[in-house]
């Protein structure tokens, strides 16, 4: 299962079909540099004209592991 989801935040072409695609918005931009010090820019327009934007900079990677200690 982690490698799935890893697959889906690391693989320019998935992420953008789940986070940024879909019949509600119209993609403006999109650009993934996925490694420590990259970035990533989605900007899209809902259909009532919303102008949505996130911008990202991933500071450190980490392949497949679960990054925070859980009880």
């Known amino acids: 299962m982690r490698s799935r989801v890893f697959a889906a935040f ?17 993609m403006e931009a999109f650009e993934m540099d996925f490694r420590p010090g990259g970035g990533e820019r989605v900007r899209f327009r809902s259909k009532n004209d919303l102008t949505l934007t996130n911008d990202t900079i991933y500071q450190d990677i980490l392949s ?8």
Request: no cysteine; glycine share 4%; charged share 35%.
């Open 10 to 26: 690391s693989d320019p072409a998935k992420k953008r079909r789940w986070f940024a695609e879909g019949e509600q918005f119209e």
């Open 64 to 71: 497949n592991r679960q990054s925070l200690s859980t009880p």
